[in-house]
């Protein structure tokens, strides 16, 4: 019977590797094959010929990219989005998690509910391109659009990140919050003395998922934004995009190499930056999900 039981473990165990396996090479592909593209010869991208391992390796793509202005406008723009849009996003979110969490806030559950809420029912893509458009008549009829704080203010919140924050503030212990409290801390105080030390694997994980959600930032920046020197990278990427569907527009740095390997070519360049921080960071990742996700 033991016996038995060992040969089904190790069937068990052989499965389960190679299922994760083919699950990570599957995650990994994508980004290989980009590399790949990126830096093989215009004419084996443009029929298909790579598949794994570049071919006539060549990095004409990379060089002519970096020898245009408005990608490195675009990199700066993102940078900015990211670095000033994670640190507003999360100081509102540790704000409204703070607030959230105290059992003597007035209309805490129906606040908690209607945050939940957000999160069970999305209004779907429609009614959010709706909204992007009023939105972006309001601030064209004051006449403050084209301003990249814009995009930063307008994205300052997201549900789930909050509550991760509000439930890692609830696990912390009341008698340490009472004992500052006597020493006289203020509210504030006891936030940043107490709250956030406390919750830094949890604020690291929420600003990670800010970072990326800034970084990857598209449609406000697309809306509010009209200014082509303003423009984030992945506005730039689209705009690029939208250039190579029309052979007329295919003037200058974007005519010389094939526009497949241009792409692949900006792709890498917009993951590298995610790809450098997220190392850093991951031992904080299990264990701030793990502290924002549990109620005790």
Not at 30 to 54: D, K, N, Q, R, T
Not at 73 to 94: D, H, K, M, Q, R
Request: proline content about 3%; charged content about 15%.
């Amino acid at each position: 019977m033991k016996r038995k039981l060992e040969i089904s473990e190790l069937i068990f165990k052989i499965l389960s590797y190679f299922l994760l396996t083919v699950f990570a090479l599957m995650c990994l592909y994508p980004f290989v094959y980009a590399i790949s593209a990126s830096i093989s010869g215009s004419h084996a991208v443009e029929y298909s010929e790579v598949v794994l391992f570049p071919k006539d390796i060549q990095f004409e793509a990379f060089s002519t990219m970096f020898q245009n202005n408005m990608f490195w406008n675009s990199y700066s723009n993102t940078l900015f989005l990211t670095l000033y849009g994670t640190i507003w996003a999360l100081g509102v979110s540790i704000l409204g998690g703070y607030a959230l969490s105290k059992k003597r806030l007035l209309f805490r559950k129906t606040f908690n509910f209607f945050l939940v809420f957000t999160m069970w029912f999305s209004a779907g893509i429609i009614p959010q391109y709706l909204n992007y458009l009023e939105t972006q008549k309001v601030f064209q009829s004051v006449g403050i659009m084209d301003d990249k704080w814009l995009v930063v203010i307008a994205m300052g919140m997201a549900a789930m990140n909050i509550i991760l924050l509000r439930n890692a503030f609830e696990n912390v212990p009341s008698e340490i919050e009472e004992a500052a409290i006597v020493d006289g801390a203020t509210e504030m105080q006891v936030l940043s003395k107490v709250y956030i030390p406390m919750s830094k694997s949890t604020i690291a994980t929420v600003a990670l998922f800010f970072a990326i959600s800034r970084w990857n930032g598209y449609f406000w920046a697309r809306q509010m934004i009209s200014n082509q020197n303003e423009h984030p990278l992945q506005v730039f990427i689209r705009l690029q995009l939208e250039m190579y569907t029309d052979p007329d527009q295919m003037t200058g740095w974007n005519r010389v190499y094939a526009p497949d390997s241009m792409i692949y070519a900006l792709i890498v360049c917009s993951i590298i930056p995610i790809l450098i921080i997220y190392p850093f960071i991951q031992k904080y990742f299990a264990k701030g999900a793990n502290a924002g996700g549990v109620k005790e």
